[in-house]
């Protein structure tokens, strides 16, 4: 078997053209999945059982099914409700942009609630039993001393959400929308040539994988830059 090195040459830019797409989905899901965890941990951690209750079955249901299913179930099933139909999230619903924005979101945010929590329980106790001590109040200490070093805490694992986050963007392509997996799949239907096509869109992925992870190994390091470092 021998690979068509032009036709790998003439697919990236082809693939490219789906990127913006791609960084779109990727931004308004991590951004709304994002503001979802930190509404669900707010539940979670409230200490009232019917809330912390409901939070932790919506976790399990979307951590514990593949992304895929979420997509077709929001993407095909519920337009088959009449409520739905009627309701003022149809606008939103009746696109493949909109389902796919949807089920990314809700997604992440599952995810992202559990690393927002893992955070938030990995202060120091001491350091909120002493700002207590001295008289600083609950949202205060929450605000100055648990969320400053609960967001360190949580990077490197946030990273790896957006990673896989990024990686699932390319599930939209099945439900019709034409991002850079999109793209890919047309061009091998014109082309028989997988192997090409689906090489050069690995690259793709791999080299927005690299940026991703370099930026935040960037914030990390500006925000650990007052942390000692003990030999």
Request: charged share 15%; proline share 4%.
């Amino acid at each position: 078997m021998s690979f068509d090195i032009d036709l790998i040459l003439d697919s990236i830019p082809k693939m490219l053209m789906g990127i913006g797409l791609t960084f779109e989905l990727l931004f308004l899901s991590l951004v709304l999945g994002t503001v979802l965890g930190i509404f669900l941990l707010i539940l979670r951690i409230s200490g009232r059982w019917y809330l912390a209750a409901p939070t932790m079955v919506y976790i399990y249901i979307f951590r514990g099914t593949p992304i895929l299913v979420q997509i077709f179930i929001i993407y095909y099933g519920l337009p088959q409700l009449e409520f739905v139909r009627d309701s003022i999230f149809w606008p939103i619903l009746r696109e493949p942009f909109g389902c796919a924005i949807v089920a990314l979101s809700l997604n992440s945010g599952a995810y992202l609630s559990e690393i927002f929590r893992g955070g938030v329980l990995g202060v120091d106790r001491g350091l909120t039993e002493a700002a207590a001590a001295l008289g600083i109040s609950v949202r205060q200490r929450f605000i100055y001393i648990t969320s400053p070093i609960a967001i360190r805490l949580c990077l490197p694992a946030y990273s790896n959400d957006t990673v896989s986050l990024m990686k699932s963007t390319a599930l939209a392509s099945t439900i019709t929308l034409l991002d850079m997996m999109g793209i890919a799949r047309t061009i091998v239907a014109e082309t028989y040539a997988p192997y090409e096509v689906f090489i050069s869109l690995m690259v793709i992925y791999l080299v927005i994988t690299w940026a991703i992870q370099r930026t935040f190994a960037w914030i990390e390091k500006r925000m650990s830059r007052h942390v000692r470092r003990e030999a």
